[in-house]
């Protein structure tokens, strides 16, 4: 839509039109045409399958699908896994072909017109209350959500109704016989929402980089889906606790363990870890709380074991796919955090702020708007956190890195690791000593596509430490230029808001005058800086200082971040998936042949236990096969670059060496009158003087910080986007979380 109205290349001389992607051969879009609506049949008729379950036609229907498909080896399991579960792995399976015969993402050179368009994915309808900034295309995912809720409630309702009237019963055996029922309704709607749940949770889905959308903003979805799925179940368990209690039965029941139906028992133990999730989760426990939070939500694995007790196999199956989808992920990601990466560079600026070099192999791709999740062995074992790439990928092959504001208690002992900036001298250079720091790393994680390089003109609002993944972006945008790669970007406007002016020295990473001597040529750039919490330059305005670091390590191929993650390569993480879907129904149908079947076995809760142990034993087995090749072409791959790499100077990576820095007002880039002390950033008058100045044009606005920074711009541009003046931009509204 309007993006597309943005795509006339910046640059358009012969040596960047090798960049440009090339026209696709017709089979392969004819393939890629076919895939989509595939996947889209498919998960309307999954969808479909779970809205119209409540009915009699839905209900008839099913009669005859169990009929029919009872007979397998798979019995009525497999019945309702092929049904609840079947599609969403299709859809991964063909998810995996599409991103395979895909090519990779290239600013391609679009269609001009004169019009500006709006998209639902980047106009904001709501930016204030529970939800936070929701585009229009996730308000219209919540509202049919509500609809499916109502839908099912009702009509599950009207149900209990029509089957108990067909039964002449005492008031009070009525009235707990429709309690109970109401309960099994809420149960079944919540096992439906779980079928949903774990799919945005999982960072390196194939399914997020099928739609593109990144883990950051898919937590959102997992956070309130959960919040719905627990307060189903919460009432499930409630009205099932309210019938027992009026039927004078409520110990016996709660401590019930049946070998044929539902074992009570486990499904309390499962929903009371379920509830300890949900309590810890909720924004003002897990904000005073986040380790609480962190640690109490390791109890999925309680939830989802004793879950499986409870309901069986065959009732468990509905949402199974979910489950092992995330399962797939979870171990991904468990072995490539077993490699330990060393931080091969590290310094610490004036604001306290921390930033981090970690070492990478060349074949590990991401892109500026990527983030990883950290673990530094020095501090702590257990605690993982996410922190946004503010490098970009074109800075070079072999290393990424991270900015870190010191917020808490970890990243506090992490900057007590790390050589000041400010106040260290040459000494540690002098003498050669090195901080000793060893990290784990899990991702990187982002975006499938570097939606910033599709507008040409771009605002890019930061609050604080926000400022970290705009500086991978106008790097990444930098690069581009200097080396004659398509980049659309022509008209940047960076608003920045900072509470002192010792967090300006961040703007230091961005080396703008030896990665782009000629910018002010080919790129528009300016910033507008807003101090808040001071009213005047300090004395030390224009001082310089040395930017000292601590020394980089030799980087080699045992001390580069692994490439076993589902976001890496295409081929492997591909087939990953793919040959354990394919073991998990190999085990499973040999249990059902040789042991289930011919031994009887019919205890719904050992049933379920081995359902859970096959998706176990196939991740293990035969996603750890797989996990054992990759690692092998991994280390080949590394082989063979290392002679390469060592060519490179300083392994790749631009050595820190004490330099002068003048004061960052002071550099040509940011003039004085670009900065503002003792104010916030006034967005009405911002975005109506950039109207003006740009005009009928679309342009992508990314915002990164407080949530109240970030509702503050959604506001405007929602403003704006509505009055919708002719000759005024259409803004297409773009966040970066780096709080998940």
């Known amino acids: 839509m309007g993006v597309d109205t943005v795509n006339e290349p910046l640059l358009s001389s012969e040596n960047s039109s090798q960049y440009y992607g090339k026209k696709k051969p017709f089979f392969i879009s004819i393939a890629k045409w076919v895939l989509k609506t595939v996947m889209w049949v498919l998960f309307i008729i999954w969808v479909g399958i779970m809205f119209l379950y409540p009915t009699d036609i839905m209900s008839n229907l099913f009669e005859k699908w169990i009929q029919t498909t009872d007979g397998t080896i798979y019995g009525i399991t497999g019945s309702l896994f092929l049904a609840f579960s079947g599609p969403v792995l299709i859809i991964?399976?063909?998810?995996?072909?599409?991103?395979?015969?895909?090519?990779?993402?290239?600013?391609?050179?679009?269609?001009?017109?004169?019009?500006?368009?709006?998209?639902?994915?980047?106009?904001?309808?709501?930016?204030?209350?529970?939800?936070?900034?929701v585009c229009a295309t996730e308000f219209i995912g919540i509202l049919l959500f509500i609809m499916f809720i109502i839908w099912e409630v009702s009509a599950y309702t009207v149900k209990n109704w029509q089957l108990l009237s067909q039964y002449d019963l005492s008031s009070f055996l009525r009235s707990t016989l429709m309690l109970e029922l109401t309960g099994l309704r809420f149960g079944f709607i919540g096992l439906l929402c779980l079928a949903f749940l774990f799919l945005p949770i999982a960072r390196g889905s194939v399914l997020l980089r099928l739609i593109d959308i990144p883990f950051e903003h898919a937590t959102r979805y997992h956070v309130w889906l959960g919040h719905l799925t627990m307060a189903l179940f919460t009432l499930h368990g409630a009205f099932y606790i309210i019938a027992w209690t009026l039927q004078g039965r409520l110990l016996h029941e709660i401590l019930e363990w049946r070998d044929i139906g539902v074992a009570n028992l486990a499904g309390v133990i499962s929903l009371t870890a379920g509830l300890l999730m949900w309590v810890t989760s909720l924004k003002p426990v897990r904000k005073a709380y986040f380790e609480l939070f962190f640690y109490t939500h390791q109890l999925y694995t309680v939830f989802v074991i004793f879950l499986a007790l409870h309901v069986g196999d065959f009732i468990f199956s509905i949402a199974a796919g979910g489950i092992f989808l995330f399962m797939l992920d979870r171990f991904l990601r468990f072995c490539q955090s077993r490699k330990t990466v060393e931080i091969i560079s590290a310094r610490s600026f004036p604001c306290g702020t921390v930033e981090l070099v970690l070492s990478k192999p060349a074949n590990l791709g991401y892109n500026a708007l990527s983030f990883i999740f950290v673990q530094v062995r020095e501090l702590s074992w257990l605690q993982w956190h996410p922190f946004s790439v503010s490098s970009s990928p074109l800075d070079g092959k072999y290393h990424l890195s991270v900015l870190i504001k010191v917020l808490g208690e970890w990243t506090a002992k992490l900057r007590g690791l790390i050589p000041d900036l400010h106040t260290e001298d040459q000494n540690i250079l002098q003498t050669g000593r090195q901080s000793q720091i060893t990290a784990s790393v899990e991702g990187p994680y982002g975006h499938e596509s570097s939606y910033h390089l599709?507008?040409?003109?771009?605002?890019?609002?930061?609050?604080?430490?926000?400022?970290?993944?705009f500086l991978a972006v106008l790097s990444d945008i930098l690069h581009r230029i200097e080396e004659g790669r398509p980049c659309m970007p022509g008209h940047i406007v960076v608003v920045w808001a900072i509470k002192r002016s010792n967090e300006l020295p961040l703007l230091t990473t961005l080396d703008m005058e030896s990665i782009a001597p000629f910018l002010s040529n080919v790129l528009n750039l300016e910033f507008q800086i807003y101090i808040t919490q001071e009213s005047e330059p300090s004395l030390e305005e224009g001082k310089t200082y040395k930017a000292v670091s601590s020394p980089l390590r030799p980087i080699s191929k045992r001390s580069a971040m692994s490439v076993l993650v589902g976001t890496g390569d295409k081929f492997w993480s591909g087939l990953y998936i793919i040959s354990?879907?394919?073991?998990?129904?190999?085990?499973?149908?040999?249990?059902?042949?040789?042991?289930?079947?011919?031994?009887?076995?019919?205890?719904?809760?050992?049933?379920?236990?081995?359902?859970?142990?096959?998706?176990?034993?196939?991740?293990?087995?035969?996603?750890?096969?797989?996990?054992?090749?990759?690692?092998?072409?991994?280390?080949?791959?590394?082989?063979?670059?290392?002679?390469?790499?060592?060519?490179?100077?300083?392994?790749?990576?631009?050595?820190?060496?004490?330099?002068?820095?003048?004061?960052?007002?002071?550099?040509?880039?940011?003039?004085?009158?670009?900065?503002?002390?003792?104010?916030?950033?006034?967005?009405?008058?911002?975005?109506?003087v950039i109207a003006e100045q740009w005009g009928c044009v679309d342009a992508g606005v990314l915002a990164c910080g407080p949530p109240s920074l970030v509702s503050s711009v959604a506001k405007e541009i929602r403003s704006r986007n509505l009055r919708g003046k002719r000759h005024h931009p259409v803004f297409h509204f773009h966040t970066h979380s780096f709080e998940l």
């Open 454 to 469: 599709k507008y040409k003109y771009l605002i890019l609002v930061a609050g604080g430490i926000g400022i970290s993944p």
């Open 580 to 688: 354990s879907v394919i073991g998990f129904l190999i085990i499973l149908g040999l249990l059902d042949m040789y042991y289930i079947n011919p031994y009887e076995i019919s205890t719904w809760w050992y049933k379920g236990l081995l359902f859970l142990g096959c998706m176990f034993a196939s991740v293990i087995i035969f996603g750890g096969f797989v996990v054992i090749l990759w690692r092998l072409w991994e280390a080949k791959t590394l082989a063979s670059e290392e002679p390469d790499f060592d060519r490179k100077n300083n392994n790749g990576v631009r050595r820190d060496k004490p330099e002068e820095h003048t004061n960052v007002n002071g550099n040509g880039h940011v003039s004085l009158s670009n900065i503002c002390y003792g104010c916030r950033p006034n967005f009405k008058d911002i975005f109506g």
């Open 92 to 133: 991964v399976f063909l998810a995996v072909l599409y991103l395979f015969i895909s090519r990779e993402e290239k600013v391609e050179e679009g269609k001009t017109t004169k019009h500006p368009g709006f998209c639902l994915w980047t106009f904001p309808v709501l930016v204030d209350g529970p939800f936070g900034v």
